[in-house]
């Protein structure tokens, strides 16, 4: 069994889609001519009535960042009480909440989509519990239909971190479209990006107004600021990198499910690596590579492959581990018990995944790992 060779550049696990320089170039020189750089302007405009065609929604908002986007969000809707939430998700999740003076709770996750499990959500309910706030985990859609109803009956808001679901759907309908709001990320990493910036999506039109004034420091008008509001407005040139990218989504959304496709069909092969499957009917966001490694099965763990990775320059990633109930601000944060949590933050490794790294490389990296699994059948 010869060893592969070490990938020669480093191997990330994403590199960023970019526009054509001369498309942004036509972009900017609007900007040069009219002078007008932020502030919702003409450009800001512009991507908000784009995107809502693209994402197929009626009511969305654009932000300086995902984070801001989520915060201002349960800001608009008034939360201050507890909000039940996974901890099987990046820090902006409970920090959003915990900076509009709510209070996460923590519940476990369901084993298969790795989302939020609406059984625990239900056991974690308490008369301070003013919402639920579900995470699409890799664009896995949550359980919406359930959640729905424990919101219903509960009468608690329901929210999404959508940050991975950019264009899921659930037969046919836009995964925005479930809940009271949705907020999606355009950071570079994510498959359609602004640089930084992200959006709200929510079922309510009259929350428009608020949210422009959340993002602008509350100011109505000259004479008038009506609410504590942030700095959290997209700024033309992001709004500009935006609608060149644009035309970007379709193609790279191409190659992704092309990468896809291959990875799926040679990791079936090697034991001990599970790879998530969406059901039939939900449309793949097309946003990261995720497997779970069983120690037992594999021979290794999670952590020894991604050492072993690192050895052949790959660079893969640990989404999402640790937990975030076990970040600092969150040690001492109410939570039920979360086995199905914690497994998956050991078991989850994110591969190389974007576009323009070739059907080749992920014949190589796949080669790496049966690899490594036969060393470790060996040993
Ligand atoms: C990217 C991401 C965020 C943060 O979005 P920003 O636009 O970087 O603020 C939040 N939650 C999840 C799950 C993410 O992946």
Known sequence: MRRPDRFAAPLYVTRPVLPSLETVHGHLADLWSS??????????????????????????????NGTLALALGLRSLGIKGEVVTT??????????????????????????TLCIDPGAV???????????????????PCDVH??????????LVLAY????????????????EFGHLSMFSFHATKLFHTIEGGCLVYSDASLRPKLDLLKNFGIQDENSVLEVGLNAKLNEVQSAIGLAMINEIEPERARRAALRHRYLALLAEIAGIRCLRLPQNV????????IRINAKEFGLTRDEVYRELLSFNIYSRK????????????????????PNAHRASEEVLCLPFYGDMGMETVDRVVEILR????LARVR
């Open 35 to 64: 002078r007008i750089l932020s502030n919702q302007g003409p450009k800001h405009k512009w991507l908000e009535q784009e995107l809502r065609s693209v994402m197929g929604v009626r009511n969305l908002t654009l932000f300086a």
């Open 87 to 112: 901890p099987f998700t990046f820090p902006a999740t409970p920090h959003c909440i915990t900076w509009v003076g709510a209070t996460p709770v923590f519940c476990d996750i369901s084993p298969d």
């Open 122 to 140: 239900e056991s974690m309910i308490t008369p301070q519990t003013e919402a639920i706030l579900g995470v699409h985990v890799y664009g896995m």
């Open 319 to 338: 989404y999402f581990f640790p937990l975030c109930s076990d970040y600092a601000p969150y040690t001492q944060t109410r939570s039920g018990t979360t």
């Open 371 to 374: 690899y490594l699994s036969e």
């Open 161 to 176: 971190d959508a940050a991975h679901a950019f264009l899921t759907e659930i037969d046919g309908r836009p995964i925005g």
């Open 283 to 290: 449309t793949d966001s097309l946003q990261y590579m995720p």
């Open 146 to 155: 359930a959640l729905e109803r424990i919101a219903e009956r509960h009468r």
